[in-house]
């Protein structure tokens, strides 16, 4: 049985994964439903994947955060110590996160290899080109994208599908957390 890959993301409308200015995380817009659902999902055995971008990323943020930050967030820790595979031909280990592995190598080849072996699912939150690539490989069963309901055209940084190629998506589930934010779960197909 082959593992499933859930591409999982955060934007704003206008299709950002990050902002600068005075925007601050989830744009300013987290509320208890959007913490509580995320550490319901992170509570779910699986496997974390990222490219070496996003691992980079993810460990100067929780190295420069106090115990107290929003970078801190339950959710945030789960994902954490779960197991992770790094993929990166330009990292060394050891790695500063608990239980990853490094795998060099072609994100393609990795993650493939990875849907076959794994006892669990595997997900990626952020690491958008090894992703996008991933999706045009036809790694990834699910795209999760959380959409926070903010415009950042000024200040948008790393817009999620630049240079992607197309895609037809089928919606499988929606929600609305807060009263605000929505997530959507897709099914990517090539097209």
């Known amino acids: ?56 990323a993810f460990a100067q943020m929780i190295a420069a955060s106090t115990d107290d930050s929003e970078v801190r967030d339950p959710w945030v820790t789960r994902m954490r110590n ?6 990166s031909s330009t990292l060394t280990g050891p790695l500063d996160w608990p239980d990853a592995t490094l795998a060099p ?46 415009v950042t055209g000024r200040t948008g940084a790393d817009p999620i599908f630049q240079g992607a190629e197309d895609f037809d998506l089928d919606l499988v589930e929606t929600r609305t957390l807060d009263g605000r934010t929505q997530e959507l779960i897709y099914r990517p197909t090539l097209h």
């Open 82 to 87: 779960l197991p992770a595979t790094v993929v």
């Open 105 to 150: 190598g072609d994100a393609v080849d990795v993650v493939a290899r990875l849907k076959e072996t794994s006892a669990v699912p595997l997900r990626s939150h952020g690491s958008l080109a090894m992703n996008r690539a991933l999706m045009a490989a036809g790694l990834v069963d699910f795209v999760q994208v959380t959409l926070f309901p903010v």
């Open 1 to 56: 049985m082959t593992a499933t890959y859930t591409f999982d993301f955060f934007t704003s409308l206008d299709g950002f994964g990050a902002a600068g200015g005075d925007w601050t995380g989830y744009w300013g817009k987290q509320g208890p439903e959007l913490l509580g659902h995320r550490l319901a999902q992170y509570e779910e055995d699986q496997r974390m994947v990222f490219g070496a971008n996003t691992y980079r």
